[in-house]
């Protein structure tokens, strides 16, 4: 990290061509950069389609757990972005199941799961076989005697994500493993993100309020396998093959995709873009710029929106 001088606001044509070709590589965030819940932000899919005219390359990357990456294909698809393939897209869900590897937790083994069906979707597409997660067993009602509250002693390993069923049966079922045989069984975390935003100007709890509960209840850290966490970035790297150096981030969330960018040295310092169409606001971002707790926080460039960036390319 070399800088911090402030943040360049994208506001012209010129402006807006120029972190196009200073960049090879398209890092992009979804919630609140691509959609808005179920609804597609306008411009977007114009603007993918004139990054890959420019022969750029692009990839998803984001901290919700919910869906598999196959059924984001089907988001993109849904939402008319045709193209888009399993391997372009990182959710924490895949990142949690690359660090199962990474710990040498072979394919076979047992998997407990807090979270949403797009953890145990990939967990199943590399052979581990999940427990607890949708069990409908879990949607009751507090029961001291319901039979998941009993350990099965072959479970390796526990992973925390965001869920919509965030009861009492799945937090006292997840505990239970958390703590056996004296909190041995490694913690994985999605992501430590706050809350993301919701339809109809709802902004609604992310998986960090889910993983952080566990964590304060079981008295244990967790390997926080999302963004900001360089783990993440170190994966995707890995797997894409491409340079720090020529990438770039755009996020919505400074806490998480523009700290994720820096620390992980995209564009050397230099590779991140803040758009103001989610979680973080201009009043946010001036704060930080103000009084900066952590350099990483602060973007390189930030603008409106995707809908404005694509409208600035166009401009001339
Ligand atoms: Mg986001």
Not at 7 to 34: K, Q, W
Not at 195 to 201: E, F, K, M, Q
Request: with cysteine.
């Amino acid at each position: 990290m070399t800088r911090k001088s402030n943040p360049i606001y994208v506001d012209s044509h010129e402006e807006a061509l120029r972190v196009v070709t200073s960049f090879d590589n398209f890092l992009l965030d979804c919630d609140g950069v691509i959609w808005l819940a179920e609804t597609l932000i306008e411009g977007v899919a114009q603007f993918l389609q004139q990054l890959q005219l420019h022969k750029k390359h692009i990839a998803f990357v984001t901290n919700n757990s919910s869906k598999s990456r196959r059924a984001y294909v089907e988001k993109f698809n849904s939402l008319g972005i045709h193209g888009v393939t399993k391997e372009q897209i990182y959710t924490t869900g895949y990142s949690a199941v690359l660090e199962l590897k990474k710990m040498d937790i072979e394919s076979g083994s047992k998997v407990w799961v807090l979270g949403d069906s797009g953890i145990e979707d990939e967990l199943v597409d590399e052979g581990y076989i999940p427990l607890g997660g949708s069990n409908p067993l879990l949607d009751q009602s507090w029961n001291p005697k319901n039979p998941l509250l009993k350990v099965d002693p072959e479970v390796r390993a526990v992973v925390a994500g965001s869920t919509n069923d965030f009861n009492f049966m799945r937090i006292a079922t997840t505990l239970q493993y958390l703590l056996y045989d004296g909190g041995k069984l490694p913690f994985i975390g999605t992501n430590g993100d706050r809350n993301y935003p919701g339809p109809d100007g709802l902004t609604l709890p992310a998986g960090g309020s889910m993983v952080e509960y566990m964590s304060f209840c079981s008295g244990r850290p967790y390997i926080d396998v999302g963004k900001p966490s360089k783990t993440f970035a170190d994966v995707i790297f890995y797997d894409t093959g491409f340079d720090r150096a020529k990438s770039i981030m755009i996020g919505d969330t400074l806490f998480s995709d523009i700290k994720f960018a820096n620390d992980a040295g995209m564009g050397n310092g230099h590779g991140s873009m803040l758009v103001l169409s989610g979680v973080s606001t201009v009043d946010e971002l001036k704060r930080v710029i103000s009084s900066p707790t952590d350099q990483a926080l602060i973007p390189q460039f930030y603008t409106d929106s995707l809908t404005k960036f694509y409208k600035l390319i166009h401009s001339d």
